[in-house]
């Protein structure tokens, strides 16, 4: 546990680094340093440098960053050298295997993560892989197939000398832990109540957070035990939680699971005794009345037999009674904690895949449309709710923050620079002219921005 602390507290304070997805525990806000405004294709940077294919965020260490891409089939890590954005090493997956994933998912989606020095990743269509700085490979280990209705999405995590890696999937979800030296598994802990969800997991002392469909739990590093959890959930969680003290903010959203559109729906035995028509135990199309009827079959048909069993049927039923809401808890609690430790909860504007960013004292929340929304962290009440008035865009890069100013870049590449406040006002705006799905890096004074052609650094001269 004091490894553990003694980590945490390193990353948090040291700006020299952004060594995970969203940055220090995933945070998003790296301090310490003043940061430039202007981020667009047309204004100065440091350096930039053409990039295969790919949607993983970058990650710094002191003298590298580390990405992950595509082309032709392939899979590949490679390393930059932080100074200049030279291309010093690409190392080419051993197996690539091609699986159901949703259009804008991508086979190079989940980002890296390092100890300080060697480089952990994790492809869907292969498993994990370790390289040192200099990239060589120290291990492997091959995972999957993988059953996710939109393709995986978590990225790894490591802490205390291990890597944890989320798998929620609609079969046979699990947390595994490896030992992050030798590649081989330390703990596995199966999540039968988990199907496909995306958000990567944070750290609260010797806790591993990890949300996921219908429940966001916690688990022990050492062992895997549960320690708590939190039901009411929505089904399909893709940002990532926010640690502050003993606080966590968290905000879920999926189609379908508005206050307006939940649907209390009958027990599986209840469908099979009235509508199971053949007597198969299971549910066609055909049997199911139209006002029962899934609108997405294939979602929910977990084994992909064409028909709904009980596990199939729950899902459904959990879908239709997911709830979104962005939230506050305390961290402090055991076993099931839903009524005991949720401070507040809101359900008004919320982010798809977007996690929430906690800066200065404001909670901030980034829609689809170019919707900005503050929040007072201690109680969810609603502060500013504003438009990005260049950006009515989608978003899929989490917001990121550090010098007093949040940095927002839509889907299309229009970027939004904030005074942060509660009361905020859009400082700048500019675009990159190209898509945007990495969330940017921030350290020592330069924020990296990984568009769909190139990775850009920029900082103040």
Known sequence: MRLLLALVVSYLGTAAEWPRFRGPNGAGVAEGAALPVELA?????????PLMMGKSSPIVTATRIFLTGHEKGRLFTFALDRKTGKILWTKEAPGSRDEKRHTLNDPAAPSAV??????????????????????TERWRKAMGPFSNFHGMGASPVYANGKLFMVCDQDQEAYLLAVDATSGKT?????????????????????????????????????????????????????????????????????PG??????????????????????????????????????????????????LYNAKDWQCYQNRRSANNFAMAMKLDG???VTSTHVLWRYQKSLPDVPGVLLYRGVLYLLRN??????????????????????ALDEYYASPVAGDGKVYLI??????????????????????????????????????????????YDFSVR
């Open 41 to 49: 294709a047309d204004k100065p940077f440091v350096w930039k440098t």
């Open 114 to 135: 390092s100890d300080g020095s060697n480089v952990y990743v994790f492809f869907a269509g292969f498993g994990l892989l370790s390289y040192t700085a200099d990239g």
């Open 186 to 254: 330390v703990w596995k802990v199966e999540r039968p109540e988990a199907v496909h969800s995306f958000s990567t997991p944070v750290l609260y002392k010797d806790q591993l957070i990890v949300p996921g469909s219908y429940q966001m739990e916690s688990y022990d590093l050492a062992t895997g035990k549960e320690i708590w959890k939190v039901r009411g959930m929505t089904y399909q969680v893709k940002s990532v939680p926010v640690v502050d003290g003993d606080r966590l903010y968290f905000n879920g959203w999926a």
């Open 257 to 306: 699971a508005e206050p307006a559109e939940k649907l209390v729906m009958p027990d599986f035995p209840e469908m099979i005794a009235k509508y199971d028509k053949d007597a198969d135990g299971k549910l066609a199309k055909a049997e199911i009345p139209k006002e029962l009827l899934p609108g997405n079959w294939d979602m929910q048909d977990l084994d992909k037999d064409g």
């Open 334 to 336: 055991k076993g099931d």
């Open 369 to 390: 449309g170019g919707i900005v929304q503050t929040l007072d962290p201690a109680t969810g009440e609603v502060k500013k709710q504003g438009r990005l008035p260049k």
């Open 410 to 455: 839509s889907r299309n590449g229009n970027v939004s620079v904030l005074d942060a406040a509660a009361d905020w006002t859009v400082k700048w705006s500019g675009a990159f002219e190209e898509e945007v799905f990495a969330t940017p890096a921030i350290a020592d004074g330069h924020i990296w921005v990984r568009t769909a052609t190139a990775l």
